[in-house]
């Protein structure tokens, strides 16, 4: 199994708790390389063995290098956590039209990348967990009635959602097969660098509800959802 930015925050007690609890290899990937394999170390000094692997999600060559190990070494895939994201504070000084650009880019064009290029690598009986936020549910809520209306839509595509995406930078597709199950998660409000360290989760406990999702037995019903706190939200 894969957790793509597992070198700190949720993605690291992400790794922590599936090393434990995972019976098969738990690869570890992030962008530095330096701050993946001391990830790995700090691991190690724990008892724990993940597997460190270099991938910048937002470099489709090196999607490719990865899926090619994967095939080679592995000849697929069981889980795939796509945690990997960016966020900006609140304070940012940073021109709204970059923040918004570079944050869809990492945290929804090139997390799509990563799971269409691997998803033909999957086994029966995978798991994809989309490390998420209760904000999506937020942003939806504070759309026109319009924009509600097609987010919404269940026959909505994933090209359609990229017009509409964007549309907004410029001014769930999966279905069950094998058994493959698709959710998105919330960790939580959890201590990282993503909240200023502003959070009251640790990031074990922001790791609870993705891994949960990560390890949903073979025939669950909770597909296409959106959880947290380990149980199935309403969404919007």
């Known amino acids: 199994m894969m957790v793509t930015g597992g070198n700190k925050g949720v993605g690291f007690g992400i790794v922590r708790a599936l090393c434990k609890q995972f019976k098969g290899d738990v690869i570890l990937t992030a962008r530095n390389v330096d701050l993946g394999k001391k990830a790995v170390s700090d691991l190690n000094a724990e008892g724990l063995k993940p597997e460190f692997y270099q991938l910048d999600i937002c470099d489709m060559s090196s999607i490719e290098t990865l899926k090619q190990y994967l095939q080679s070494n592995y000849g697929g895939l069981d889980l795939l956590v796509n945690n990997a994201a960016i966020g900006y504070g609140i304070d940012s000084p940073v021109p709204f039209s970059e923040r918004a650009e570079v944050t869809i880019r990492t945290n929804f064009t090139a997390t799509l990348d990563v799971t269409n290029a691997l998803f033909p690598l999957l086994r029966p009986h995978s798991r994809i967990v989309h490390v998420s ?75 609870e509800t993705p891994v949960y999702c990560a390890l949903l037995p073979e025939g669950t019903d909770i597909r296409g959802k959106f959880v947290s706190d380990k149980t199935v939200q309403v969404w919007p």
């Open 133 to 207: 936020s209760r904000k999506s549910k937020w942003s939806v809520n504070i759309c026109s009635d319009t924009i509600q209306a097609r987010l919404l839509d269940p026959s909505l595509t994933i090209e359609q959602l990229k017009e509409i995406i964007q549309t907004f930078v410029e001014y769930r597709e999966f279905n069950s097969k094998d058994d493959i199950v698709v959710n998105a998660c919330c960790p939580g409000y959890v201590d990282t660098d993503l909240t200023s360290h502003k959070g009251t989760k640790t990031i074990d406990q922001g790791a």
